[in-house]
Nanobody, 127 residues
Framework: QVQLVESGGGLVQAGGSLRLSCAAS????????LGWFRQAPGKERVFVAA????????SYHDSVKGRFSISRDNAKNTLYLQMNSLTPEDTAVYYC????????????????????WGQGTQVTVSS
């Protein structure tokens, strides 16, 4: 079973950037489709971005398209989320997740399809 640990969150001003990382242990990430989700206070956890097993396919929520970029380095067993042009609406706890997938190109965009989750990292964007 894979264990996931997020890092890179923090406090940033509107318009700023952050890069989140998700380090895996216990299993190689190359067997998993990966994703990022976020949960704002009092709201449900929502999809942010997804990437296929070998990184050839990506998917984004409309609210982050053109601002966020998901990537992975299977050699380093790490997932990333580059977040640019941040707004206060991006304030949330960000979670990375892993889904076992047999096919290389599958993108997983729903939370219920992910079996493994990190503990989350807080991102706060001030206006």
């Amino acid at each position: 079973q894979v264990q996931l640990v997020e890092s890179g969150g923090g406090l940033v001003q509107a318009g700023g950037s952050l890069r989140l990382s998700c380090a895996a242990s216990g299993r190689t990430l190359s067997s998993y489709a990966l994703g990022w989700f976020r949960q704002a206070p009092g709201k449900e956890r929502v999809f942010v971005a997804a990437i296929s097993r070998i990184g050839t396919g990506t998917s984004y929520h409309d609210s982050v398209k053109g601002r966020f970029s998901i990537s992975r380095d299977n050699a380093k067993n790490t997932l990333y989320l580059q977040m640019n042009s941040l707004t206060p609406e991006d304030t949330a706890v960000y979670y990375c997740a892993a889904s076992v997938q047999g096919q290389y190109i599958v993108l997983v965009t729903t939370a219920k399809e992910y079996a493994y989750w990190g503990q989350g990292t807080q991102v706060t964007v001030s206006s």
